[in-house]
Nanobody, 117 residues
């Protein structure tokens, strides 16, 4: 069965950095678009970033310029480098893999990021 396991979430101070990882098993996602969503308390899940199989990236406006999505196909792993973190970035972060012509998603279980003084 396909599994996506996020790691790297932590409590950090504003202005700090974290790198989230998402390791996939049961699927080779080199040809798939992958990305990240997040969900803050009391808010709907929102899209954060996407990277295509060809390396083309897109970012939600609140994170553009601060976050960088990347992928290592040899390791079947995607990453989200988060710099200059703000309290508004506090959320559970979920990775995903699109498949079936972008009609379906595999989801990770989430990793908690808390940005606070």
């Amino acid at each position: 069965q396909v599994q996506l396991v996020e790691s790297g979430g932590d409590l950090v101070q504003p202005g700090g950095s974290l790198r989230l990882s998402c390791a996939a098993s049961g699927i080779i996602f080199s040809m798939n678009t992958v990305g990240w969503y997040r969900q803050a308390p009391g808010k709907e899940r929102e899209w954060v970033a996407t990277i295509s199989s060809g390396g083309s990236t897109n970012y939600a406006n609140p994170v553009r310029g601060r976050f960088t999505i990347s992928r290592d196909n040899a390791k079947n792993t995607m990453y989200l480098q988060m710099n200059n973190l703000k309290p508004e970035d506090t959320a559970v972060y979920y990775c995903y893999v699109l498949f079936g012509g972008h009609n379906n998603r595999y989801w990770g279980q989430g990793t908690q990021v808390i940005v606070s003084s």
